[in-house]
């Protein structure tokens, strides 16, 4: 059974309605994904550049390489363990932040 079942219809302007479906389009989201978050107290961000993904990626693919090699240098005890896992847990944050700054809904100013 469907989660959301109550129709809400209103009027805009047609300046406000081309002011609305520009700020959809910018968000990547669907219009009611985007109004959703209004509701929820948080502004969507734009859509963020193509160039964020694959960057995103990479970084993904670096950060599994560092697991891999801490994992055979806490076998071999060949590296300076504490200080690699500090490194990893920079980049770990690294990540988040910029997922954060750039994909995530910021909460509405009051």
Same mark, same amino acid.
């Given at each position: =059974?469907?989660?959301? *079942?109550?129709?809400?219809?209103?009027?805009? &302007?047609?300046?406000?309605?081309?002011?609305? +479906?520009?700020? $959809?389009?910018?968000?990547?989201?669907?219009?009611?994904?985007?109004?959703?978050?209004?509701? +929820?107290?948080?502004?969507?961000?734009? %859509?963020?550049?193509?160039?964020?993904?694959?960057? =995103?990626?990479?970084?993904?693919?670096?950060? &599994? *390489?560092? +697991? #891999?090699?801490? #994992?055979?240098?806490?076998?071999? +005890?060949?590296?300076? %363990?504490?200080?690699?896992?500090?490194?990893?847990?920079?980049?770990? &944050? %690294?990540?988040?932040?910029?997922?954060? %700054?750039? $994909?995530?809904?910021?909460? =509405?100013?009051?």
């Amino acid at each position: =059974m469907r989660k959301r *079942n109550v129709h809400i219809q209103f009027w805009l &302007s047609r300046k406000e309605s081309e002011m609305l +479906n520009k700020k $959809v389009k910018r968000s990547g989201l669907s219009l009611s994904a985007y109004l959703r978050h209004l509701i +929820n107290g948080v502004v969507p961000r734009d %859509a963020p550049p193509p160039d964020y993904y694959a960057m =995103m990626r990479e970084l993904y693919r670096i950060g &599994s *390489n560092l +697991n #891999q090699i801490a #994992q055979k240098a806490h076998i071999l +005890n060949a590296v300076d %363990a504490q200080r690699y896992d500090e490194d990893v847990r920079r980049l770990e &944050s %690294a990540v988040r932040q910029i997922t954060a %700054a750039v $994909v995530e809904p910021k909460p =509405m100013e009051k």
